[in-house]
């Protein structure tokens, strides 16, 4: 079949504009329908990507115009009067989206995601492309992972081309080799603080650390991280590459270094678990509309836990910080620790409203669309998916003696589901009952769809685990309201409220702008300071202004929560715990090479 051939220029970069020139062959017709993505999968949201298109124009090879309809929101009919060998569409592209999942492009770097960028012809997914890059003369380089030379690569249908996004500029390449295959660390962007040979060593070690639990061979025969040094965060993943945003302070502090290490740990499980073994509804994508499944909280949830466990095997963590022990009891967790995402569970109301399976399904409307009231009505299955995870792992190796766990699960789902079959959440499920050798069936169930609370006794036991005490006893407690302020123009403004939670049962809203208490002005400077005197119980008149009408709440304030979510190893463990712990956070990788001969 012949190739669709695309060029894509930048003439005004720094105007934010990418554009395009594609030649359709059209064996004879006179008719072609062509269309824009309005998604990218691994990212559930609808994003409208045609929005971005100016100036669609149609002509022959001969320079003659051709009519081009829109025939939907991202779509377009181009008609001749007479049948034609060839097709050229121009079009030009406005990028100016900073993300992991849209197209950005300004003097000094492109990011050009697929789905976003190139237009396709409508039910046909097989055709080859070539896509023909003309940089600006002072940039140097482009890349993705598509096969190619210079500024040209190939693609052998679209599903391909969409999961390649190409990155063009000047970017900083890293190169190391794991079992016989290239892996590339690009960065583009200021790496002034980014100590590469160490960042690549590191970098190299998680890759090897997951290669030891799939033991599949690396599925790839090259792999690009696409580091993106311009503020922002996130990661989304492809087949053999990710893209990933990151600040260039990040190297800086610990805690924010080991953010990047725990985002590229998640991003690397994925080259298994969902590009390879995915829920049966993603793959092959309808790319026009939203696509359903319940099974998120398998396919980010467990990649979570396995990212935060991963970058601990691999030593580039400690105990501690992986748990998230290294806070002082009674202080915020560190986010990327098995603490952070207990504690942000157990903070969020809405895990009591939202079953997981259900949080993913409804991915489209709510985890991607977050509002002021999410916290009460959802939770994120980034946060419950790992601790679920977790509480998986400790059972199967309980009921096992140690001799299985959800690794042994993720190897045998693998073997059975990876590649165009997919998995249903009963056939991952069964899988874990095959491995465990023991019927949880009915737990499994409300892990899933329930919204009990979770119960981590067994868990904390097998690991020899414990909740940091929170506060030693008679120590103070501080009076509470429940609400989350911020300041806005001068004004202190309320912005979330959640469920059962004193101002939740006074009434507070969102929006409310706090004037005064017990009849005197409270300025946003002086809100905590007043909060700090009063006590727990004590009942206060709050003046607000609520779209303008002003309001006396009386709330009662109560006891500020305590935080009692700090993991650490139980002084009192046993020997038998000890190993348990050991041989969950142990290294499976064997003996590292070292960082020089990795490079
Ligand atoms: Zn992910």
């Known amino acids: 079949m012949p ?35 309005v998604w990218t999968p691994g990212s559930y949201l609808i994003r409208e990507y045609a929005r971005h298109v100016e100036c669609l124009a149609a002509r022959t090879d001969r320079g003659e115009q051709l009519s081009a309809i829109k025939t ?77 030379t210079g500024n040209v690569f190939s693609a052998p249908n679209y599903d391909t081309l969409i999961d390649c996004p190409i990155l063009a500029g000047n970017p900083v390449t890293q190169s190391f080799t794991v079992e016989q295959k290239e892996h590339l660390l690009v960065n583009v962007g200021d790496t002034a603080l980014w100590d590469l040979p160490q960042v690549v060593g590191d970098v190299a070690r998680i890759v090897r650390e997951h290669a030891a639990l799939w033991q599949t061979g690396l599925p790839y025969d090259r792999y690009l991280f696409l580091n993106l040094l311009t503020g922002g965060g996130g990661g989304l993943e492809h087949m053999n590459s990710v893209v990933m945003m990151t600040d260039r302070l990040a190297p800086r502090t610990r805690d924010s270094y080991i953010g990047w290490l725990d985002l590229v740990s998640h991003e690397f499980f994925h080259v298994w678990n969902v590009k390879r073994l995915r829920p049966a509804e993603l793959g092959p994508f309808d790319y026009e509309n939203e696509v359903y499944t319940s099974n998120l909280w398998i396919a980010e949830g467990f990649t979570e836990y396995y990212g935060l466990l991963a970058v601990r095997r691999s030593g580039l963590t400690t105990d501690e910080e992986f748990l998230g022990s290294n806070r002082p009891a009674g202080k915020e967790t560190a986010t990327g620790s098995l603490s952070g995402l207990i504690e942000r569970l157990q903070t969020t109301p809405g895990r009591l409203q939202q079953p997981l399976a259900l949080a993913s399904f409804d991915a489209w409307i709510k985890l991607y669309r977050p509002d002021e009231n999410s916290i009460n009505s959802s939770i994120s299955y980034y946060v419950k998916g790992p601790v679920i995870a977790w509480l998986l792992d400790a059972r199967i190796r309980s009921a096992t003696a140690g001799a299985r766990s959800l690794d042994d699960v993720m190897r045998a789902a693998y073997a059975r589901f990876s590649g ?7 056939d991952f499920l069964a899988i874990i009952q095959e491995v465990s050798a023991t019927d949880m069936k009915d737990w499994l169930q409300s892990l899933a769809h329930g919204t009990d609370e979770l119960d981590y006794g067994d868990a904390l036991n097998w690991f020899g685990l414990r909740f940091k005490p929170s506060a030693p006893p008679g120590t103070p407690t501080k009076a509470w309201t429940g609400f989350a302020t911020k300041t806005e123009a001068g004004r202190l403004m309320v912005t979330q409220v959640p469920r059962n939670t ?25 809100w905590e300071q007043r909060m700090e005197q009063y006590r727990p119980l004590e009942e206060i008149s709050i003046l607000v202004s609520r779209r303008e009408r002003l309001l006396d709440v009386t709330l009662r304030l109560a006891a500020e929560p305590l935080r009692a979510w700090l993991l650490e190893l139980d002084p009192g463990a046993s020997e038998v715990q000890r190993q348990h712990f050991s041989s969950w956070v142990g290294a499976l990788a064997s003996t590292l090479a070292s960082v020089g001969e990795l490079i």
């Open 420 to 426: 165009p079959i997919g998995f249903a959440e009963g």
């Open 3 to 37: 190739p669709i051939h695309y060029t894509v220029r930048f003439p005004f970069p720094h105007l934010h504009y990418a554009e395009l020139e594609a030649r359709f062959p059209v064996e004879g017709k006179k008719e072609l329908e062509l269309f824009l993505a």
């Open 502 to 526: 004193p101002a939740w049962d006074a009434g507070v809203s969102v929006d409310d702008e706090i004037l005064g208490i017990d009849g005197y002005r409270v300025r946003p400077d002086q």
């Open 72 to 148: 939907r929101k991202n779509r377009w009919r181009i008609s001749s009067p007479q049948a034609l060998d060839e097709i050229i569409i121009s079009y030009r592209l406005y990028c100016k989206e900073l993300s992991v999942r849209t197209n950005f492009v300004d003097e000094s770097f492109a990011l050009l995601v697929g789905a976003a960028t190139f237009l396709n012809i409508v039910n046909d997914f097989s055709r080859p492309f070539i896509v023909t890059l003309e940089l600006p003369s002072h940039w140097s380089a482009s890349c993705s992972g598509l096969p190619g």
